[in-house]
């Protein structure tokens, strides 16, 4: 979307700031308010899809009800065709994920604080029925004042009609802030945002969070099945009072775990005023009344915070300043001297001197040699794209031409050359980064490509400097640009496992999951049989994957053997995967029937699996029999 662009005749975008996993966002300008404000735009890849909409649309309608110093406003909501968008308060500041990727972990008062503002944010969110199931250090703002604000409510939902928007299997969030329940692919309720919190004051912490993978699913496991190590184990200046917060928060048992923000914000504001935390007891423990806050205060003001996290304020060099103030100094000098001059009856004739050059000099050794022939200075600051600063540039009246003992000279001494803030180019594609660049007399520098999973291949991820950071013409601007989706080969070992498993697995993975059935000999039904693509093959996020799923043998029709010879029972029941089993006992039959199949279980017709077993008796006819006395009356 091009930032010119005016929203509802009412919105004009400005720049864009950011991209995230189902909108961008802008800054925009309110025509009718004549305020700054965000505006947040649903992908147009998302506007089609029904889910998405009604999900975004929640996300205003929820988040706009919820009004508390710690979370960012929600002004409006619209439609324009097919782009949707919501518009928010703007934050002038940046996201707890930049503070700790630049500065490192935080003080532990510091980190407190804002976990306690941020504890104060989600108890009124709770308090209204919403979880917000996505809390990490990139929706964490910190203003230039040091006030906390919570945004990106966009996966909150209402908790009465939670399963209108679920879909089974489906996991909301960032794995690393999951919690167990959430990894599980069990409903999220408060005390997963409790736990969510609890990783990231553990971040701030240690510079880190307690589990790292090589996949989402892999973190997710940790978050079930691994004990998070102590703060303190990485950084010793973590007392342990503040440690037991912490563990209490990331406790894998719900139950167990604080059970509303305001429990743990009452333990992080007693860490804060130096008193004992109260670490509030499980419910099977005698309860702790805690006396109710409707609307939970910002836990400090803004000008007793945010010391150790601010960004540091811009250095400038003092020459332009004492340059300046010499030059005023001397011109009033100057003004005094012609003065004078003027009034005096008359002065005798002087001597003409030739004005040497003292160009690249600095201004030190140019003055100095200029007051040693006879002359008055005046230095007065110039920029220069070709001059280092401090240095001088010229004279006036010029190197070689003449001038009166006592004159004055200028003596021109360089800024350096003149900067100019860094145009933002993140979310432009390379071409018009480019040219955005090279606009305001920058060049393109090293440009870098890196898979990502929510920009678009081609845009600009990141650059350096930075978006508003002076630099001179000529100052290289690197970029680090997506590749859009990264490809990696679906696992190997996924045979034989349960359907869930799988689903999780492969979900987890960002890919779509189809599932099928089909009868096998090998694998028990219920347990995968095979995946197309195979596994080891080569897929990216948002592919398809279809999971075929043993439904057991495939069944067959027992024949009629009755009146078959044993060879030809045998033959018919091979042919359909069954097994013979004859029967040492047998039948009387009449002769005709004589060692043909008399009787068979299961009976014909019956519907059984492949490979089961049908047992056959036989027929056996009388035989004759002559007794011994009838055989000796015959000889007699």
């Not at 003055?367 to 600051?381: A, D, H, K, M, W």
């Not at 596994?535 to 009755?562: R, W």
């Not at 995967?577 to 047998?586: F, K, M, Y």
């Amino acid at each position: 979307m091009e930032s010119s662009r005016t929203l509802a005749d009412r919105y004009e975008l400005l720049g864009h700031i950011a991209r995230g996993g189902m909108a961008d966002v802008y800054e925009a300008r309110d025509t009718l308010l004549g305020r700054r404000v965000a505006v947040k735009v649903l992908h147009s890849q998302f506007s089609s899809d029904e889910a998405f909409v009604k999900r975004f649309r929640r996300e205003a309608q929820a988040a706009a009800n919820l009004s508390h110093p710690n979370i960012v406003g929600i002004y409006d909501w619209g439609q324009e065709g097919s782009t949707y968008f919501i518009v928010m308060e703007l934050v002038d500041g940046r996201s707890l994920r930049d503070v700790l990727r630049e500065e490192g972990p935080l003080l532990p008062r510091r980190a407190v604080e804002i976990s306690a503002e941020v504890a104060a944010a989600l108890s009124v969110a709770h308090r209204s029925g919403l979880i917000h199931r996505d809390v990490k250090p990139g929706n964490i703002l910190l203003t230039a004042d040091g006030t906390v604000k919570v945004t990106d409510f966009g996966i909150a939902r209402a908790w009465d009609d939670s399963s209108e928007l679920t879909k089974t299997g489906s996991v909301i969030g960032t794995a690393t802030y999951f919690s167990p329940e959430q990894a599980q692919g069990a409903p999220a309720d408060e005390r997963s945002d409790i736990y969510a919190l609890g990783i990231v004051l553990y971040e701030m912490l240690t510079g880190h969070p307690p589990f790292s993978g090589e996949s989402p699913v892999a973190i997710a496991y940790q978050h079930v099945s691994s004990m998070a190590a102590q703060p303190s184990l990485d950084n010793p200046d973590v007392p342990p009072d503040l440690d037991g917060i912490v563990m209490r928060a990331l406790d894998k048992n719900p139950e167990l775990r604080y059970q509303t923000a305001d429990d743990l914000r009452q333990d992080l504001l007693l860490y804060l005023r130096g008193e004992t935390p109260a670490v509030v007891p499980a419910p099977e423990a005698p309860t702790q009344v805690i006396p109710p806050a409707p609307v939970p205060p910002p836990t400090a003001t803004p000008d007793e915070i945010y010391r150790q996290v601010a960004p540091p304020e811009p250095s400038s060099s003092q020459l332009p300043f004492i340059i300046t103030t010499f030059a005023l100094v001397v011109a009033l000098g100057v003004g005094i001297f012609l003065l004078l001059r003027a009034l005096a009856p008359g002065t005798p004739d002087q001597t003409l001197l030739v004005i040497p050059n003292v160009a690249g000099m600095t201004q030190a050794e140019a003055l100095l040699e200029l007051q040693q022939l006879g002359f008055n200075v005046i230095p007065e600051p110039n920029a220069s794209d070709t001059v280092e600063e401090g240095r001088v540039i010229g004279t006036k009246p010029a190197a070689g031409e003449e001038a009166e003992d006592g004159s004055f000279v200028i003596v021109y001494v360089s800024l350096g050359a003149e900067a100019f803030p860094v145009p933002s180019v993140v979310g432009f594609d390379l071409a018009r980064a480019t040219e955005l660049i090279e606009k305001d007399g920058l060049v393109l520098g090293t440009v870098e490509e890196v898979p990502d999973d929510e920009v678009p291949a081609g845009a600009v991820i990141a650059q350096e400097p930075v978006a508003g950071e002076d630099a001179t013409p000529g100052t290289a601007v690197n970029l680090t640009v997506s590749t859009g989706l990264e490809e990696f080969a679906i696992p190997d070992d996924l045979v034989g496992r349960s359907e869930g498993d799988v689903g999780f697995i492969l979900g987890n993975l960002g890919l779509e999951v189809v599932f099928e059935t089909e009868f096998s000999m090998e694998v028990l039904k219920g347990f995968v049989v095979r995946t197309e693509p195979p596994g080891g093959a080569t897929v990216m996020k948002g592919d398809q994957v279809t999971v075929f799923v043993s439904d057991g043998p495939e069944p067959v029709v027992v024949p009629n053997l009755v009146g078959k010879t044993v060879d030809q029972a045998t033959l018919d029941l091979e042919a359909r995967g069954l097994v013979i089993r004859v029967n040492e006992a047998t039948v009387e039959v009449p002769a005709e029937r004589d060692g043909l199949v008399a009787e068979q279980l299961p009976a014909a017709e019956t519907v059984v699996e492949t490979g089961s077993t049908v047992s056959v008796t036989l027929g056996e006819a009388p035989r004759p029999t002559t007794t011994t006395t009838e055989s000796q009356d015959g000889d007699g």
